[in-house]
Nanobody, 130 residues
Framework: EVQLQASGGGLVQAGGSLRLSCAASGFSFDDSVVAWFRQAPGKEREGVSCMSSSDIRTFYADSVTGRFTISSDNAKSAIYLQMNSLKPEDTATYFC???????????????????????WGQGTLVTVSS
């Protein structure tokens, strides 16, 4: 059974930092893409960042480039999102997600799209105050 659980959210002042974690179990990171998405009240879910097990490239939404960093620890089956210089606009519920490539190309457009992912965590809330 594949399970994903995001954690690390909370209340932080603008300009501050948070590190989100996602614990994964029940699947292999081989041939996979892992990602973070977020959804703010009244807005659609958007792709924040993603990375592949077999590609050095990482992708980021324009709104977070230079402030957020995605990483993983395969041995621990964990995914991380380091968020720096947080803004009120970053306030959202953040979700981790996993997909298998299954022969597909790893691209920014496809893998920052929510419909591309097979498995989802339940999310963790990040609130950034001004």
């Amino acid at each position: 059974e594949v399970q994903l659980q995001a954690s690390g959210g909370g209340l932080v002042q603008a300009g501050g930092s948070l590190r989100l974690s996602c614990a994964a179990s029940g699947f292999s990171f081989d041939d996979s893409v892992v990602a973070w998405f977020r959804q703010a009240p009244g807005k659609e879910r958007e792709g924040v960042s993603c990375m592949s097990s077999s590609d050095i490239r990482t992708f980021y939404a324009d709104s977070v480039t230079g402030r957020f960093t995605i990483s993983s620890d395969n041995a621990k089956s964990a995914i991380y999102l380091q968020m720096n210089s947080l803004k009120p606009e970053d306030t959202a519920t953040y979700f981790c997600a996993v997909a298998y490539l299954r022969g597909r190309k790893y691209t920014r457009t496809y893998h920052l799209t929510e419909g591309s992912y097979h498995y989802w965590g339940q999310g963790t809330l990040v609130t950034v105050s001004s």
